[in-house]
């Protein structure tokens, strides 16, 4: 594939990922904070979220397997979950933390547990998107091309 | 600072040469675009001012973020995990030791975070006679009236909501980090 095609693909997919809901304007505020100084912005800060996220989903899965829960364990992990993803435009992601939090009001156990179930979904289907957002980046910029915003 | 500016013009009236130039031209476009910032702040920032900003928040993706955020905005960033390392750095910690404490412009912080909210760590600063005109921000993702309310009330200076953006940046720098001698 040419350059050309590349950067025409990486737009396409880009924007579904935004009709989606996958993304929303917060990852575009990211791409705008990444310049000449920190040319990896966008991946580092991607990377943390990632490493973060699935930290919090086994802390979640370990706080919800437990004979007596302690909601507002679970309510703070989910907390940080629904603030990184909303910091990174992470939307789905985000909103399956809403829904999470309210169970967790409630204490509502399989409420809660189908949110973990959900949220371990949308956030699967968000890294591999990404990775693969950033893959054909690096494909466009090793063949010497720059990315197209 | 004004009487540091009118030195400068008075200098540079007399003078050749590009520098000089770009300097007024600079000082020029940036009297156009400013938005409450006074020039004497303007011809700080451009002769390498930089406020030093304290940032208090729990989530590490946030922090980065707003280390960012304030970098762009040409501001030295510290950032703390917590309010009593936030404490502990700018002096008022149980275990600061003598003289370590650090002078900073502005300190913006989270509202929920472990242990110590943002609002407590608010408190604490406006209690501090050393601490207490150092303008305090808190952000939250959550939008809470009676939250911001209290906040305002006891001192802090905004409240903004999560996630942050450039021009919200931008506007804490032109309204709170006035330049100091």
């Known amino acids: ?149 | 600072m004004t009487d540091t500016f009118e030195e400068k013009r008075k200098d540079s009236v007399g003078r050749e040469g590009t520098t000089i130039g770009l300097f007024f031209i600079r000082l020029l476009l940036n009297m156009g675009g400013g938005c409450g910032g006074d020039s004497s702040e303007e011809v700080a920032v451009d002769l390498g001012y930089e406020p030093h900003v304290l940032a208090v928040d729990d989530n590490l993706i946030d922090r980065k973020l707003v280390e960012k955020l304030l970098k762009n905005s040409s501001c030295k960033v510290t950032t703390a995990e917590n309010a009593l390392r936030a404490l502990d750095y700018l002096g008022l910690g149980n275990d600061t030791p003598e003289g370590t404490a650090s002078k900073v412009n502005l300190i913006i912080t989270d509202y929920c975070m472990p242990g110590m909210t943002g609002y407590e760590l608010l408190k604490k600063i406006k209690e501090s006679s050393v601490l207490k005109e150092v303008p305090v921000v808190i952000m939250s993702s959550e939008n809470i009236p009676t939250r911001i309310n209290e906040c305002l009330e006891e001192g802090a200076k905004m409240f903004m909501l999560k996630p942050l953006k450039q021009s919200d940046v931008k506007q804490l720098k032109w309204n709170f980090m006035k330049c100091r001698d």
């Not at chain 1, 397997?65 to 507002?72: A, G, T, V």
């Open chain 1, 1 to 149: 594939m040419d350059l050309v095609q590349l950067q025409r693909q990486l737009v396409e997919y880009r924007t579904s990922l935004y009709h989606e809901g996958f993304l929303d304007e917060q990852f575009t505020q990211l791409q705008e904070l990444q310049d000449e100084n920190n040319p990896d912005f966008v991946v580092e800060v991607v990377s943390l979220f990632f490493e973060d996220s699935e930290r919090l989903l086994n802390e979640l899965t370990k706080a919800l397997e437990q004979q007596s829960i302690d909601f507002k364990r679970v309510d703070a992990h989910v907390h940080q979950l629904k603030g990184s993803s909303s910091s990174i435009g992470a939307q789905r992601v985000q909103k399956v933390c809403i829904a999470f939090r309210n169970y967790c009001e409630e204490q509502n156990v399989e409420g809660c547990l189908k949110c973990l179930q959900q949220v371990r979904h949308e956030y699967s289907l968000v890294k591999t998107k990404l990775e693969s957002m950033f893959q054909l980046e690096q494909q466009i910029l090793s063949a010497g091309g720059s990315i197209p915003m």
